[in-house]
């Protein structure tokens, strides 16, 4: 019988993920200051599936935990807690959710079940080259040709795409239609001729991005999500299922705890002006948590999120920048050490949560682009 984990008090639930956490992942998946690889996070990654843990969203007779928002709130919070590594997540968390509510009935019994079982990997397909947070002026085309869609162009910044084994994408199916009126959302497996996976080598030497090519991809003509010309509102779906998550405190409070860990360390909290900057930036991260509980308790109740939920990734990830910034200026000379160092008896990465941090106000929506849908949607500017 399944568990009805909405009925479970939320302190029994928030124990179970605990233990569950505590027991099943491994250390190196603790505290990264990197994006792991599906090599080193697929054990964890099978374990939830095997719990029948991965998909918390998911409704149960789709294989998920059919988690309410309160309870999904804690299970985030659990494994933010804890500092578990996020790995390929595009599946479950945005193209499982938009099959759900806009995939036809095949579509959902060929591809739900294949993300649950981690037999499909999928990246996100929507940045180029000249088209980032502009987004609508996305120029890969698609041309429909017999019982196939043509697909041309390229993708960048395309997260972990040499893992992966699917990609979601959005393609422009009418160049005459205004901007956002005539792109349309695919789908297409990643070894499928034509396509070309180039990965980036970042600052921090790691090959987290990729680009992805497109020669003549042929991809059947039933891979369309929705209607022809209509992908735009695809896309506005898929952002609004990660609005609560991407404002997440963690990042913040973890980069926190390393800075006080290194201050312990190196004897920073003897100095006055390291403990008056501290407690700016704690209490900035303080100050963010308390407005992303406001919302969670929104959520909590079964209401839904306005535009104004931009605020939280703007301040968190800012936050999370200065943070960063001041740990290398605390780490001193170790602050220009790539990889872990030996301070004062423990290991501590420094420049890695800096660079890792470096991203954040650009992916999901960059802070300028935050701020116009604030100053349009709640504040009524041009």
Known sequence: MAIDY????EAEFRTMLRDFIRAECTPNLLFQGRRVRW?????????????GWLAPAWPVEHGGMGLGAEKLVAYHDEIDNAGVSRGLEMGVVMIGMLLLKFGTPEQKAHYLPRILSCEDL???????????????????QAVLDGDHWV??????WTTLAQDCTDIFMLVRTDPDAPKQKGISFLLARMDTPGITVRPIRTLAGEEEFCEV????????????????NEGWSMAKALLGFERITIGSPKVAQVALLRLADLGRRVGAFDDPAFVETYTRLQLDVLDHV???????????????LGAEVSILKIWI?????????????????????????????????????????????????????????LSKAVLGLG
């Open 39 to 51: 090599k080193e996070i697929e054990p964890w990654t099978r374990k939830l599936a095997a719990k």
């Open 122 to 140: 999928w990246c996100q397909g929507y940045s180029e080259p000249n088209s980032g947070s502009d987004l609508a002026s996305l120029r890969t």
């Open 213 to 228: 090519f497109f020669d003549n991809v042929r991809v059947p003509r039933e891979n369309i999500v929705g209607r022809a």
């Open 6 to 9: 909405n009925a479970m008090p």
């Open 151 to 156: 697909i041309n162009g390229q993708k960048i």
């Open 290 to 304: 308390t407005v992303y509980e406001r919302f969670a308790a929104v959520l909590k109740k079964g209401g839904d």
């Open 317 to 373: 990830t800012e936050v999370y920048q200065r943070i960063t910034e001041y740990t290398l200026e605390v780490a001193q000379e170790y602050g220009a050490v790539s990889g872990p160092s030996r301070i004062g008896g423990g290991e501590v990465d420094p420049l890695g949560f800096f660079w890792l941090s470096r991203p954040a106000t650009i992916y999901a929506g960059s802070s300028e682009i935050q701020r116009n849908i």
